[in-house]
């Protein structure tokens, strides 16, 4: 569990806390393409889970506990990780061994390559 925030304010008291569900993982580099100062680089990606997260799946042991207003309720509160960028994992967790394909656009400073 992390980032716990407590709450007293006006007569409230309540903790915000989380939990991690899964991280986006590297599967492979498919290819590069673009100009060599500004190159696109296309990757496959898929979640890697917590154990939490493995109970999230469509089949999970906590996810097939909940009902469908949990479980909608649930992905509502899910929040992306500032450190994973654009990634949010969906609930149900994604399946073992089910991938994504993205492509990121790099640009080459004096100090090394950058995401844009």
């Known amino acids: 569990m992390s980032g716990a ?6 007569g409230c008291d309540y903790r915000f ?4 569900v ?10 590069i393409s673009g100009s060599e100062a500004e190159p696109d680089v296309d990757f496959e990606w ?9 109970g999230l799946r469509e089949n999970g042991a906590v996810y097939s ?5 949990q479980r909608e309720a649930l992905s509502s509160q899910i929040e992306r990780d500032p450190s994973t ?9 994604p399946p073992e061994g ?3 394909k993205e492509t990121v656009k790099f640009k080459k400073y004096d100090d090394g390559w950058r995401s844009k």
Not at 65 to 69: C, D, Y
């Open 46 to 54: 898929k979640w890697a889970p917590t154990e939490l997260g493995v």
């Open 5 to 10: 925030y407590h709450n007293q304010l006006k």
């Open 85 to 93: 960028a654009v990634f949010k994992v969906p609930v149900p967790v």
């Open 65 to 69: 506990q909940l009902t469908p207003q």
């Open 22 to 31: 899964a991280n986006p993982e590297l599967v492979s580099i498919t290819g």
């Open 98 to 100: 089910k991938t994504e």
């Open 17 to 20: 806390s989380s939990f991690p």
